[in-house]
């Protein structure tokens, strides 16, 4: 089992602090990260907390998930590979080809 915890919905307010002082209470706490904003540096309203043992993982989610902390209600799952992205594509277009005007 993956020990990588996706928390959702988080308060924008929850410091990386916080988080792992909720989840330790469910198990030994490896990593806390809270994704934030390239452009703002702001908090995405997720993170990701990475439990030591499977044990304290499975705990932490079936204690954790849908509760209410600090005024929002928690997703909290096994965190899942992350999706490849498409280089994006498209041209820069808007250009009017070989005319000559």
């Not at 308060?11 to 030994?28: I, M, Q, Y």
């Not at 806390?32 to 309203?45: L, N, S």
């Not at 439990?51 to 799952?77: D, H, P, S, W, Y």
Request: glycine share 16%; net charge positive.
């Amino acid at each position: 089992m993956n020990t990588k915890i996706y928390v959702g919905n988080l308060a924008f307010s929850v410091t990386e602090s916080d988080l792992r002082d909720l989840f330790s209470k469910h198990g030994p706490v490896g990593e806390v990260a809270i994704v934030q904003d390239r452009a703002t540096g702001q908090p995405r309203g997720f993170g990701f907390v990475t439990m030591t043992t499977a044990e304290g993982c499975k705990a932490a989610i079936a204690a954790l998930n849908g509760t209410e902390f600090q005024g929002r209600a928690l997703t909290v799952n096994e965190a899942r590979p992350r999706e490849e992205r498409s280089g994006g594509g498209g041209s820069f277009g808007g250009g009017r080809g070989n005319r000559r005007y």
